[in-house]
Structure formats: structure tokens, C-alpha cells
């Protein structure tokens, strides 16, 4: 695959997306019997082909190979004719095999300079990370202890102006009064509901500090002690991460995930770490009053100390992004990918980092990231990680393979060959610097691979515990998808979403599947609105509405 961006060749209703293509993808919903006219070839639609879905450039045969993105991305599976559909009925999913290539590390770095002299305002931490915002966590070590962290929370929040209005309350009281006058089934289905003003919130106490976060979870003990000892990984990174002012732990203390793991695993992480840090056992305190009221007052006096931070300019080389798609369709590899990936770029040219996850959704695309790791042990780490996930899947009666969901494959992505292609050009055309294992953290500037699943919510908690500070989420079909202490951008591939779902998407990149906007002019606008938000000055959606997804991965078989 040239990893250079190609000039794609583009009419108003359809598009080759690279020379070597021997399909079509439909911009707009073409009806058969439209009228093709493409690099001097002429032919007629033989079926309708939906928008964002690909049609024969050429007739295939059986077996003969179909490629996107100039990758080998499928086989049909029976012929198909020019000008016909392909489907899910008709292609199977193939990919390239992949081996140790020479290094290609040579890129045109883009033109920076209209971000030279930019900053953002950011919380400076002693280990010279930044964070673009400061949190104070509550976490458990074990599933047991989620119970007394929901009393922690429902204590703290409310009293220290962090609780979310709940904005559907009056509309349940409503309810209550319809059913109270003897209101029928029918009449309530049909009540119109109006949407209540949000109560306003209680002002803050420690204005400096964003809120709080209580990261519960469903593991710890039970299972394998890997699971257990990554866990404790995946927590340290999210104790040390520079959106992280401090945190309280609470243990049962029979439990695999043992505080000591959990500490040494933060020395790895951080050795100089200087971060209040609360850790509180319930067997040796003994009752829950105990623990519950020790938490509260050491959460309380860390609370006080975290407080006393503030925001001040940090270059954008501070900027760690993770790069993260869910509910992908036809145009994400298109329109809102590729702005990420020019946006990779502008950051890592100037010295930023960016993260890369969700191997299953690198499948076909291995040997061009693989020769453009930085040296022959980076790319050799990278191929045995992904070989050595694809065959753990192969073994369950999965694979890459099945990666796409019904959403994907409805709205175009019919093989993972097709999705990966697509999702890979978040990540530009700059060398990989490092190749992660879930829950490595980034130490190094640059491109950053970080094995995760491809399940949105698991691999971007995975991001985030990795270093990521900023998440730019790209989706065709709209996911809510948040973090609890990492600002979420949502950024929608089409206009139709963007319309339909504003109150969890922040930015369109439609704009570039509607000709108004090219991918550089897109990918700048994304980094000028991410400086905003990593000041504090902008808050995504899923931010404002409190969607604070946090789920761990256990390392057994998750696509």
C-alpha cells in the first residue's frame, strides 16, 4: 500500500479512492440503470447501490480479487458483472499476507507553520507530562468494592457541585400525575412529554478541579491472575495520567489485583510519583462506616490539594491524541479518517504523540505499517502481536474476519479487509515510533501502535491509559462513546449525522464528501477545535453529558 495520500478521482456521485481500485464508492444513492462515466469508460448501474456502498469498475470472476484503497481487500465469491453491487452475497473478506520488509520511513512532514506559535492551556504535572483537564478518580481494586464506591459517589458529588442535572425528572413526575388522574396505557404512550429546563447546578467548591470519577468495573478476582495483573496496569495508567490530580483506591484485600501489584505497576509508570494518593483496605479497617469515612476525609484533604493547580500554556508537542473510530460506515475511510490521520501528521510534526489502536481493524493494512515502523525489532513486534491475536481469535471460531458488526456491513463495510483499510488512515503517513501492548503507556513522541480490540469502549479506555489526554472519535452512524477523565470528540463522516444526532456529535467531516472542504482544510479545522478543548475553553458532548465509558479488557478473545 503507498502510503502517500494518492489524489482520488471524484465525480459529484462517485469516487475511485486510489488508482489500483477496481471499484466505485457511491456518494449519493445511485438507482440502476445510472449512467457511468469514469476514466473513459462508460456503463450503466445493473443494481441500485446505496450511498457509501461500492460498485464493479470491471467484471469479476469467481475467486478474482477486489481491492480499496490500493489493498487487497476481498475475493468475489461468485462473478460478478460490471456495474453491479458488491455485497456480502458476492465477496468474501481476503487480505494480503504480510512479512519483515525493508524500513520506508521517508514522509513529507506538512506545513506547520500556521500552528508555530500555538498553545493550549493545560494542567503542568511533576513528571512533565500536561493534562487538558484535572480530575480526581475513585477506583477499585475488585468488583467488591464497587457498592462503596457508589456511596462515595452519591456522597461527593452532589455536595461538591459535580452532579449532573438530571433533566428528566420532571418528565417522570409528569408521568406520575397522568397515571394518578386515571390516565389509560394508550394516553401515556401518546403524552407529550415536554423536555424540562435543567435544574442549574450547585457551584462548584474546587473550581479548579473538573469533577470527579468513579471508574467501577467487573474484575480483580475470579479470574486469571493475567487479568488481574493487567488490571492493575490499565489503573496505574489512569493514577498517573496527567488529566489525573490524585486518587483514591479502595481494596477488600483477598482479592488477586493486591495494592502491591497496583503500586509497582505506577513506579513502572512513574517513579518519582508524587500524586496524593489514597489506598484504603477494608479488611484491616474493618467495618464500611470505617472505610467510607476515612475515604471521605483523605479524598476530601487530596481534593483540597489538587485545587490549588492551574492551567498554563503548554506547547502542542504535550498533546498525546488517541485516534478512535465506532459505528464506522462507508465514508469514514474517506472523509473523517483521513482528517485524523493529516492532523496526526501536523502533531507529529511537531512533536506530539498520537495513538493507533484497534488491531483487528489494522487486518490487510499490516505490511505498510509494519515497514513503516522506525526499526526491524519495532516491526517485528508489531506482526507477532498481531499474528498472535488473530490466531487466539481463529482458535475461538473467530478472526479478524468477523470484526465488521451489522451496522458496518449495512452502511458499506462488508469485510474487515474494507473497514481496516478505511480505519487505518487515522494514522497519516509518519513512521511508527512504537508498537504497545495493552496497557503499555507511550513513552516516545510519534506514531504509537497500541494493540487493543477493535470494541470502541475497550479500546478507548485503553487509549486513554496508555497517555492519550485527548480522544478524537470518528463515526458514521453515531455512538455516544465517552471517558471518564479524557475529553471525547466526536466527529461525525457525513452531514445526514451530523443533522440528526447534535447532541453527541461535535464536528462534521461531511463537509469533505460534499466537495466544500478538502482533508487538509478538515484535518486543520479538527486541530484548531482540539487546542480549544485540551484549554478547557470547549467541552465535547460527551463531556457535558457525563458519558464516562470505562471498560477494561480481559485479555481472552474481544474483537
Known amino acids: 500500500m503507498n502510503s502517500r495520500p494518492m489524489p482520488a478521482i471524484q465525480t459529484t456521485s462517485y469516487i475511485q479512492i486510489h488508482p489500483l481500485d477496481n471499484v466505485l464508492v457511491a456518494l449519493v444513492d445511485l438507482p440502476a440503470g445510472t449512467g457511468i ?9 445493473l443494481t441500485p447501490v446505496q450511498a457509501k456502498h461500492k460498485f464493479t469498475l470491471f467484471p469479476l470472476a469467481a475467486g478474482e480479487e477486489i481491492f480499496m484503497y490500493g489493498v487487497l481487500v476481498g475475493k468475489a465469491s461468485e462473478p460478478v458483472a460490471l ?3 458488491i455485497t456480502v452475497n458476492n465477496v468474501v473478506h481476503a487480505a494480503e499476507d504480510y512479512e519483515l520488509g525493508e524500513r520506508k520511513t521517508q514522509w513529507q512532514q506538512p506545513d506547520v507553520t500556521a500552528f508555530a506559535d ?3 492551556m493545560g494542567f503542568h504535572r511533576e513528571d512533565g507530562s500536561v493534562g487538558t483537564a484535572n480530575y480526581w478518580i475513585v477506583i477499585p481494586l475488585v468488583f467488591c468494592e464497587n457498592r462503596n464506591v457508589e456511596v462515595l459517589k452519591e456522597a461527593l458529588i452532589g455536595k461538591l457541585g459535580f452532579k449532573k442535572p438530571k433533566s428528566y425528572e420532571n418528565e417522570v413526575e409528569s408521568l406520575i400525575e ?8 394508550e394516553d401515556i404512550l401518546n403524552a407529550d412529554l415536554q423536555r424540562s429546563v435543567a435544574a442549574r447546578p450547585t457551584s462548584q467548591l474546587f473550581p479548579n478541579i473538573d469533577g470527579i470519577k468513579f471508574l467501577n468495573h467487573d474484575m480483580g478476582c475470579g479470574g486469571t491472575r493475567m487479568d488481574s495483573d493487567t488490571l492493575c496496569g490499565l489503573l496505574a495508567g489512569y493514577i498517573t495520567h496527567p488529566n489525573v490530580a490524585g486518587a483514591t483506591v479502595l481494596s477488600l484485600g483477598c482479592q488477586h489485583a493486591q495494592a502491591s501489584i497496583l503500586e509497582e505497576e505506577i513506579k513502572k509508570r512513574d517513579p518519582n510519583f508524587k500524586k496524593p494518593l489514597v489506598i484504603l483496605e477494608q479488611q484491616k479497617l474493618g467495618t464500611e462506616s470505617k472505610l467510607l469515612e476515612e475515604a471521605l476525609k483523605q479524598t476530601f484533604a487530596g481534593l483540597m490539594v489538587a485545587n490549588q493547580q492551574q492551567r498554563s500554556p503548554a506547547p502542542l508537542s504535550k498533546l498525546c491524541v488517541g485516534l478512535e473510530c465506532g459505528g464506522s460506515d462507508g ?4 472523509s473523517a479518517n483521513p482528517a485524523l490521520g493529516h492532523l496526526s501528521d501536523l502533531l507529529v510534526t511537531m512533536g506530539g504523540s498520537v495513538i493507533l489502536a484497534e488491531f483487528p481493524e489494522l487486518c490487510g493494512v499490516e505490511q505498510e505499517l509494519s515497514d513503516r515502523c522506525a526499526d526491524v525489532d519495532t516491526a517485528e513486534r508489531f506482526m507477532g502481536l498481531m499474528r498472535t491475536y488473530n490466531a487466539l481469535a481463529e482458535a475461538t471460531g473467530s478472526g479478524f474476519y468477523a470484526n465488521p458488526s451489522p451496522g458496518n456491513i449495512k452502511d458499506g463495510l462488508i469485510t474487515d479487509a474494507i473497514k481496516s483499510a ?7 503517513n ?5 508498537v504497545l501492548d495493552y496497557p503499555d503507556k507511550v513513552t516516545k513522541p510519534g506514531l504509537n501502535l497500541l494493540c487493543t480490540p477493535g470494541s470502541d469502549v475497550e479500546s478507548t479506555t485503553a487509549e486513554v491509559a496508555s497517555g492519550a489526554n485527548i480522544v478524537l472519535f470518528t463515526t458514521g452512524l453515531g455512538t455516544p462513546t465517552g471517558n471518564p477523565v479524557a475529553p471525547v470528540v466526536k466527529i461525525s463522516t457525513n452531514t ?7 447532541d453527541i456529535i461535535d464536528v462534521n467531516c461531511g463537509t469533505i464528501i460534499e466537495g466544500r472542504e478538502s482533508i487538509e482544510e478538515a484535518g486543520e479545522r479538527l486541530l484548531n477545535y482540539v487546542i480549544e478543548v485540551a484549554s478547557g475553553r470547549i467541552k465535547p458532548k460527551a463531556v457535558e453529558l457525563g458519558q464516562d465509558d470505562f471498560i477494561p479488557w480481559k485479555r481472552g478473545v474481544s474483537l
Open 331 to 334: 465514508f469514514s475511510g474517506i
Open 178 to 185: 397522568l397515571y394518578k388522574t386515571g390516565k389509560s396505557v
Open 430 to 434: 509518519s513512521p511508527v515510533t512504537a
Open 118 to 120: 500555538k498553545t493550549f
Open 422 to 428: 478505511g480505519a487505518a488512515k487515522k494514522g497519516g
Open 83 to 85: 456495474g453491479a453491487a
Open 496 to 502: 445526514a449525522l451530523f443533522n440528526k444526532m447534535p
Open 37 to 45: 462515466n469514469f476514466n473513459g469508460r462508460s456503463f450503466e448501474l
